[in-house]
């Protein structure tokens, strides 16, 4: 089994955002019971969503075990919903050695990826105003200082972010909005410098930052936030992630940019055929 990767600064995490001009036309991707239950779905708008969601995850997925990124090889993969709601991934039918979370808005989907060991949650959201009453009912006292803090301007991204790290958080707990939002605080570093000049990275993404989300228990979920236009992207992880490594989609064999287990897959297929 892949043990957990640990780079100097923490855990590696992985990342690939994907949109719906990225989900090829065909089915031939999924599952037979993925293709059932697309075919339930009665409203196009959530198939489309939930496509978006699965074929993001599967080529997260791909790259980071090593296979192939055809539809035959996508198709003995499977993202299944746990008793909790969280995605898990299965290969070959049988229990894939990573741990992922997965988000989509305005036709785009991040799927996050990380060894199997690590508790580990995203999300994606649209920078946008939201109200006064949006801010009372579901931050706490000390974000909603932090918030009153902030220049104008800077208030609907400010907003955008916490909210955000904070479903990234109850993700982590496997919860969702399940619990009471309020039980999670965000704290960001150098809140003072919340939005310096944007910073250009490959891909059009500017650079992550550090968050760190406080769960009433105690728990601690470190993690990262960045933006890019409109959009902004959190994630959190324990332990402690490393600044998340974006995927790329090469049209054959998938690389990871570590050295990853090339031996993965025969691995797999040996489990599989027991």
Not at 148 to 153: T, V
Request: aromatic fraction near 6%; charge should be neutral.
């Amino acid at each position: 089994m892949l043990s957990q990767r640990i780079s100097r600064s923490g855990t590696c995490v992985y990342w690939l955002q994907q949109t719906e001009a990225d989900v090829p036309p065909e089915n031939d991707w999924l599952t037979t019971s993925e293709a059932v239950r697309l075919s339930r779905m009665p409203f196009a708008k959530r198939r489309a969503d939930w496509r978006l969601g699965r074929w993001t995850a599967k080529c997260a997925t791909a790259v980071y075990l090593n296979l192939l990124r055809d539809p035959e090889e996508l198709a003995l993969i499977e993202i299944r919903s746990s008793s909790s709601g969280a995605p898990e991934v299965f290969c070959f039918n049988q229990p894939a050695p990573a741990s992922i979370s997965l988000s989509h808005r305005a036709n785009t989907a991040i799927c996050a990826i990380a060894s199997l060991v690590t508790v580990l949650g995203c999300d994606l959201e649209m920078i946008e105003p939201h109200s006064d009453a949006f801010v009372a009912d579901y931050f706490t006292a000390d974000e909603q200082t932090m918030i009153s803090r902030a220049p104008a301007r800077d208030r609907p991204r400010l907003v955008t972010l916490i909210w955000s790290a904070k479903e990234s958080a109850l993700k982590a707990l496997r919860a969702g909005l399940r619990l009471d939002t309020r039980s999670v605080v965000v704290g960001l570093v150098d809140e003072d410098r919340l939005w310096p000049q944007e910073v250009s990275s490959p891909g059009g993404h500017g650079d992550w930052r550090p968050l760190q989300v406080r769960h009433a228990e105690g728990q601690i979920f470190h993690g990262w936030w960045q933006h890019s236009g409109t959009m902004l992207q959190t994630l959190v992880a324990s332990p402690q992630p490393a600044r998340p490594i974006r995927l790329e989609l090469p049209s054959n064999r998938c690389q990871l940019e570590d050295g990853h287990d090339k031996m993965m897959r025969t691995h797999l297929l040996r489990v599989s055929s027991q």
